[in-house]
């Protein structure tokens, strides 16, 4: 999910929740509710369908969304989101000014038609209810630290997520930003690398993923601009701990060296990068419900050019508003199977 398609999600829960306020100065007006509809329609990614679906559900679900009129401005961000669901409003119309007639009847089947197909092509994996990550990002001027924060909540068996969120596995659930990640072969006590393209070489026999193990992690991580615009590249290693009890398990990862960075047309070979520590840490309660919360610490580190020493902060900056794509991403991630 891009800035503008956060931005047009954002304005369409606000729209959700307090309607369209015209007393809202406009330097903090969200978008107009068709527009943001339009802009989150119009994106064609597999990993664009999570903000749709969210979209979606928060407009159906909107008390201020008329049920009497299909013609609403609600209804017909419904309509731009997902054409399928057009005969929903109309439903939902009859069943408000005629239900206790045959007519209301066969409005109410086709209610349920509708309903069963939202739920099959844009709710949530069978067997795996989740709520929206709740992501924030602080970036500290002075030391230039980037810390962020995610949390949501998965009704998933604690074993599939152990299995699922392992940083082994995090190119299969989030392939969209890590290319390639991997137990580092550390058999000879140091990692080696592919002087070629400085990929690390991979643990003939990596430990399961989801189980208890320490090792080095190389991780190839890309952002990217559309479909062809390269503009960020890391590969890079991390001391990796994977520990679990019958409730809880915990992810810990902490920077151990970089083997390429790229940003832009910049590169450099070990260096560009001086902190990417996190965890992630899943709890089993009661309910069936595993509660998720993820860290970063991130910064990076040693990119002085011509242009001046404020290069590194305009980076930093840039990555603090960016860095948050990676950790929404986790709403598609914890129900994927691997």
Known sequence: MND?????????????????????PDDYRPLPLEQAASILSAAN??????????????????????????????????????????????????????????????????????SEWLVRRLGPTPGCERTPPQTSIDFDRHTQLISARSSMRVRRPLDDLRRTMDPQNWDVVIPKYFRKTCIADCSMDVSQADARDYDALCDASPPPAGSNWTGILFEHYELDIGKHLNLVTFKNLLDCSSQGTKDRHEFHYKLNSVLYAKI????????????????????????????????????????????????????NWWTSVTIGTTLDASYEAVCKQV
Do not use: C, M
């Not at 664009?48 to 609600?74: C, F, G, M, V």
């Not at 007639?101 to 086709?110: E, S, Y």
């Open 45 to 114: 990614e597999p990993d664009d369908e999570s903000p749709r679906r969210r979209a979606i559900a928060r407009l159906l679900a909107s008390p201020l969304r008329s049920t009497t009129q299909p013609e609403s401005a609600y209804n017909r961000a419904i309509v731009a989101l997902a054409p399928a669901l057009r005969q929903i409003p109309l439903v939902l119309a009859e069943l408000a000014t005629k239900a206790d007639t045959k007519i209301g009847a066969r409005a109410a089947n086709t209610f349920l038609a509708y």
């Open 264 to 315: 832009g047309l910049l590169t450099k070979l070990g260096g560009g990068l001086d902190r990417d520590d996190g965890e992630i840490r899943l709890s089993q309660d009661a309910d069936g419900w595993v509660d998720l919360h993820a860290t970063k610490l991130f910064r990076l580190d040693g990119w002085e050019l011509p242009l001046g020493p404020d290069l590194d902060f305009l980076l």
């Open 4 to 24: 503008e398609q956060r931005f047009a999600l954002r304005s369409i829960e606000f729209h959700a929740a307090y309607g369209d306020d015209e007393r809202w």
